[in-house]
């Protein structure tokens, strides 16, 4: 049988290396999204019934997100960019569910996961940098200052 003392000495060891590990456990900076402006139905591709942009600053750079509501679904872009260099671009398009009712919340049907197709843009590509350019030309350029 094992004498107290040692359970007691044992059970301190032990402790000690947990709260140890514990306390030398790498911890994940979560940095705020601050909203910097929100802008609704531009004039920006793809053409859709309606649409909305978001501009956004995280630590070190900014997100414009673009979310256009089609016939069928909808599609949202990501432009990820800090100073006037874009970083990368990428689109979701979701189709919706068929005769899903239209949520409270957000007043649209629900999307169908299923049918998720994400498009990785080429940054380099003339056009796509057009398209980002006239996507920054409906914020205000105070807003856009915060990104530099």
């Not at 040692?6 to 900076?29: D, H, R, V, Y």
């Not at 940098?129 to 856009?144: A, M, T």
Request: with cysteine; aromatic share 10%.
């Amino acid at each position: 049988m094992i004498n107290k003392p040692f359970k007691i000495t044992l059970l301190t060891i032990a402790s000690s290396i947990g709260f140890t590990a514990c306390s030398l456990t790498p911890t994940q900076t979560v940095f705020p999204i601050t909203q910097l402006e929100q802008v609704e139905n531009i004039d920006a591709l793809p053409d859709t019934k309606t649409n909305i942009a978001t501009l956004s600053k995280y630590k070190d750079r900014c997100v414009i997100k673009f979310t256009g509501y089609l016939e069928g679904g909808e599609s949202t872009e990501t432009w990820d960019f800090r100073k006037d260099k874009l970083n990368r671009a990428f689109s979701e398009t979701f189709h919706y569910t068929p005769n899903s009712p239209v949520n409270n919340t957000t007043q649209k049907p629900e999307l169908d996961q299923n049918t998720r197709k994400v498009t990785i843009f080429d940054i380099q590509n003339t056009d796509v940098k057009s398209n980002f350019n006239k996507l920054k030309s409906h914020f205000n350029q105070s807003s856009l200052a915060q990104c530099h």
